[in-house]
Structure formats: C-alpha cells, structure tokens
C-alpha cells in the first residue's frame, strides 16, 4: 500500500466531490462580481502582508480569480479545465485529484510568501492551476487528440510539450518570482509522477542493456574449425563438421580421422577454442 493509499484511507471522506465544477463556477461567479464591480480582483488576489493581516480569504480566492483572456477564450478554458479535470477525477478518485490540487495551491501560496516580489499576474491567478491539471492529463492520455481552433488535430502530447517549453523558457529568462511560480505550480505534477517517470527510465535503460547483450550474442559465431580457427562468420558457406566435439571447416575436414599429434601439428601446436 502506498503512502497515497494510506492517505486516502484516512482523509479520503475529506474530498471535495466535482472539485472542477465547483473551481469553474466559483471563477464565473467572481467574473460575474468583477465586471458588475462588486468586488475588484485585487480584493482576492493572493498577497502574503494582507493575508497575515487577517485577509485569509484570499488564500482561497486567489484560486477563483478567472484567466483574463477574454470571455471566448475563458468559455474555451473553462470548458478544456472542466473536460480534463473530470477525466482525471474518474481516474484517480476525488481524493487524489483534491490532493494534486492542494499541493499546486499550497505550493503556490508558500512561493508567495517566500518574497520575491510580485511573479507576472496570470502565475498567481485560477488560470496558474490549469497547466498541471492539463499536464497530468497528458501524461495518462498523450494520443488523445484536440481540435486546434476547432480545426487543427493535434495530439495532447505535443501540445503539453509547447506547453513544457514554454514554461522552460519562463525559467531561464524570467524573473525570481516567475521562476519559483513555475516550479510551485508544477510541483504536484512530479510528486505524482516522478516516481513513475523513474521506473519508466530504469525500464527503458534495462530494456537496452539487455537489447545490447542479446546483439552481442548474436554476433558469437556457432561454430569453429579446432585448426585454423575459422568461424561459420568468417566462412559463411562452409559446412562444419564435428569429431569428438571439436570443429572442422571443410578445408580440414581430412585431418579429422588422423591421430591428434598431427592435428595439434597442423593446428601450430594448440586446438583453436
Ligand atoms: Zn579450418
């Protein structure tokens, strides 16, 4: 059992059911409160001074604040986020996608106070949780295609991978803050991942080694003539004989009748093995 198993045996009851669906609504709600003006994001935003001053609410709405794409783009998100997130509650179980949510969160919130300044406004929105979960999802289903722009198939793989670079690049070039973002909202993708990523290198090292090994055996000649030391490699058309369990290529077959103080003459002094 592992020590996810045990986890969820204890806390599993604590799951929060259709976590996507309540995430989407919570971010159409507070769309809905922003541009009516009944709350301005930068109330919800997570920032370490406000919350240590009492505004805890913000450790959780920073999560509601919707990506700012635009309401198509957002639409389109929204319902991508809420695609992939069921896929991955069906197949993990409610329990384990709650947790990869809240060490994303969790991740984020200590990146946060961990005071490098302000990381770029989208890294600390609801949109900073959308990549792992997308990540997570390409990871267990990489040939599932998507439509690009309703058009272009592509496979989810490939677009993780833009994705993976894209965020690559964030790391080299972008600020303190950005950077520590990037490796907090990923953090959960290699918890749960790592592991098996592991295993899957060893087997893939283990699968070569052995490849090479058998290659090499193949590459042993079968047999050898006791005389010259030619191989059924070296003499390909040759057919070889054997008396008492040495070889003879056809040019030497004659020599095996004889007594052995000739053949080890013949052989310059030693039988070739
Ligand atoms: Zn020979």
Redesign the pocket.
């Known amino acids: 059992m592992t020590f996810l198993d045990r986890l969820e045996r204890r806390f599993g009851g604590l799951a929060i059911k259709n976590l996507t669906l309540w995430i989407i609504m919570g971010q159409v709600l507070v769309y809905g409160l922003t541009s009516m003006g009944f709350v301005g994001t930068g109330q919800l935003t997570m920032n370490p001074e406000l919350v240590l001053r009492g505004q805890l609410w913000r450790l959780i709405t920073f999560v509601l604040i919707p990506p700012d794409y635009g309401l198509i783009f957002m639409v389109l998100g929204w319902y991508v986020f809420f695609l992939i997130g069921r896929t991955l509650e069906g197949t993990w179980s409610e329990f384990r996608y709650n947790l990869y949510l809240l060490i994303c969160v969790l991740a984020m919130i200590g990146a946060s106070f961990a005071g490098l300044g302000e990381p770029a406004p989208y890294m600390i929105a609801g949109a900073a949780i959308f990549p792992s979960v997308f990540f997570a999802f390409a990871y267990l289903y990489p040939n599932v295609e998507f439509l690009m722009f309703f058009v272009i198939p592509a496979k989810v793989k490939w677009l993780a991978a833009f994705v993976w670079g894209m965020f690559l690049i964030q790391l080299m070039i972008g600020t303190p803050a950005t950077r520590l973002m990037i490796l907090a909202s990923t953090v959960n993708f290699f918890l749960f991942f790592g592991p098996d990523m592991l295993r899957r290198r060893k087997a893939v090292a283990r699968r070569n080694a052995f490849e090479a090994k058998q290659r090499v055996e193949a590459e042993q000649p079968f047999h050898r003539?006791c005389?010259?030391?030619?191989t059924d490699r070296t003499k390909p058309d040759d057919q070889f004989y054997y008396k008492d369990g040495r070889g003879?290529?056809e040019?030497?077959t004659a020599l095996m009748g004889q007594p052995e103080a000739e053949q080890l003459a013949a052989a310059g002094g030693a039988f070739k093995e």
Do not use: D, N, S, T
């Open positions: 003539c005389i010259c030391g030619a003879y290529c040019e030497h």
